[in-house]
């Protein structure tokens, strides 16, 4: 279908909506018409001005019905869509300047007394025009302007200073009505072009003899297709992943490949059975036909790993959109048999000729980059790039060797202070773990935990972590610090491999620890995932842990699981800190989270606080505690003491 049609098509739909809802609109407005003039009635009676304001109000809602009758007989929203929305636009706007002139026909309109009352029956016909009118914009909010036009001109000639402050919340919510009122239009007009687009397909299809087109279908479905998700399966995978390398060298084009994998699949099905995971599958292909559209070739290659192929001179650039797309999408979680399943994607990506030659090396190309974005921590994208071998190689000998260090102690840990802002009081402590490889030099913490987790030594690094946390514990007494409490982070992968809680308790009873001394730090992903995290979370809560979600603000936290798992503190992310005295937007954040902090009785810390300038701007904001090399560095345990003094000697370091 062209644009001019499609257009047409749109405004027929929306005339014939508004022409619908029109009875109940009018019915409505007349209904709370006669409320407000009961309302006018409370403190000066039924006067004069009120009986003529109500006449006119139902006079013009009976010009409406007769316009909308007549529109609707003589089928103007099919034969001339854009002059009937012009004719209920037009009466939508003259029943607001109706109503907008309600508070200046009432003698002795007192804007913030008895009166105030007919403001909320005039600001909630407003807003009831806009929710009601999502389909049609202008005409929802040609009625909804004036009447807030009116509410504000009479709160500003109001003396009080109160009634200057609504106006301006009243200017505020037509603000929000408008935008609200676009945005569901544009909403609704999509839903309309979509649907106008599927049944002008229908239509050109079923002019197509249905038998043979029938034939065809099934001989591709049980050839070609994946008969749980309807995506290509892996034979036709093979076929294009060829010939679009073929066309791509004809063209002297390029050709991608992204190789994705469903995160926590295997978990997911064991838990739930292969309903949950067949359920899950499904909705992952339907999110990524919605992110890839027309522009790729998408298969299920088996199990929870599917393929997508891009071609043209621009298919690196597409793929790397487009795998931020689809992992941004599936960030999301999932609804799986009534319960919310945190999942995500991670991807590789190859592009030919850059990486491979062939078919074969190609797709061994992108496989690697999946990998090495599933070690990196999942939920990420990664390119093919000619380090990735030595980098796998590098992994390996890190796996190999981590056993051995945890048991022998070359794993050690690393405790960086968390001080209040107000005071300089140290609160606590966070372990770091730290690994100097005799061979790879310093190994990165993200990499410690992800060769941990390959290992199946999760369980060992995170209870070797938490007994040096209870050392410290049993120590910082004597130092001074009776009430600082040490944190320990728990990566939301370890949550699927053992009980973290039992491992916890076994540790701080053998050590004597007061639980609510010993922190666990989580992030916002483990928050979400009820479905293998809820349990042990609620263990720990019982168990009287402090729990803490860590890099708060960087993911798609849940206030309401907040609240339910009862979170002790929040740590602000450090994309927020950095540089927050010359940025408004962080600064606003920030001190929207303190809030938040306060009003749901959590502690904030924030994060990566480097300079004097940073914490200088966290205390003006309301942020109570933070850390950050400014406030102190990471030190080995022994270091603590020492440290102390010399922070009392000079305060600033």
Partial sequence: MNGPRLALAVKQAQAAATLERLPTTLTVNAAVSFSALLMSAISRGITQPALLWFALTLATIAARVIVGTVAKRRGLDRSEPHFCLRLMTTGALVSGIAWGALPFMLPDFHALGVDGGIYILMCGMATGAVLLGTGHAITALAFAFPVHLAVVITLLMSEETGGHLLALNVLALTLVLYKSSMNGQAIVIGNIEAQVRATALAQSLGRANADILQANESLEILANRDPLTGLANRAAF???????????????????????????????????????????????????????????FIARLGGDEFAILIGGASAGTEARRLA???????????????????????????????????????FVSADMALYRAKDEGRGLWREFDPSLKASADRQRRIEQDLGEAIASGAVTVFFQPQVELHGGRVIGFETLVRWQHPVLGAIAPPDIVSAAHSTNLSEALTA????????????????????ATVAVNVSPREFELYSVADT???????????????????????????????????????????????????????????????????????????????????????????GLGKA???????????????????????????QGYFLGRPMPVEAIAGWLVTRVLTPAA
């Fill in 238 to 296: 093979n076929v294009a992943l060829q010939r679009g390398i073929d066309l791509a060298r004809r063209k002297q084009e390029r050709f991608a490949l992204l190789i994705l994998d469903l995160d926590r699949f295997k978990t997911i099905n064991d838990t739930f059975g292969h309903f949950a995971g067949d359920e899950l599958l499904l909705q992952a292909s339907r999110r990524l036909r919605e992110a890839v559209g027309d522009d790729g």
């Fill in 324 to 362: 931020g797309r689809i992992i941004e999408r599936c960030r999301e979680a999932f609804l799986i048999q009534g319960r919310s399943v945190a999942s995500g994607v991670s991807a590789g990506i190859g592009v030919w000729p850059e990486h491979a030659d062939t078919a074969a090396d190609l």
């Fill in 464 to 483: 070797s972590v938490a007994t040096s946390a209870c050392r410290l514990l049993t120590t910082l007494p004597s130092l001074g610090l009776a009430g």
């Fill in 504 to 594: 916890l308790d076994r540790i701080t009873r053998a050590h004597g620890i007061e639980p609510g001394l010993f922190e666990i730090e989580i992030t916002e992903e483990a928050i979400l995932d009820t479905l293998v995290a809820g349990q042990q979370l609620k263990h720990i809560e019982r168990s009287g842990y402090k729990l803490a979600v860590d890099d708060f603000g960087a993911g798609h936290s849940s206030l309401a699981y907040l609240v339910t798992l009862k979170v002790d503190r929040l740590k602000l992310d450090r994309r927020f800190v950095t540089g927050i005295e010359t940025s408004f937007q962080n600064q606003e954040i920030v001190g929207a989270m303190a």
């Fill in 600 to 626: 749901l009785s959590m502690d904030i810390v924030a994060e990566g606080v480097e300079t004097a300038e940073e914490a200088a701007t966290l205390r003006n904001l309301g942020c109570p505690a933070a």
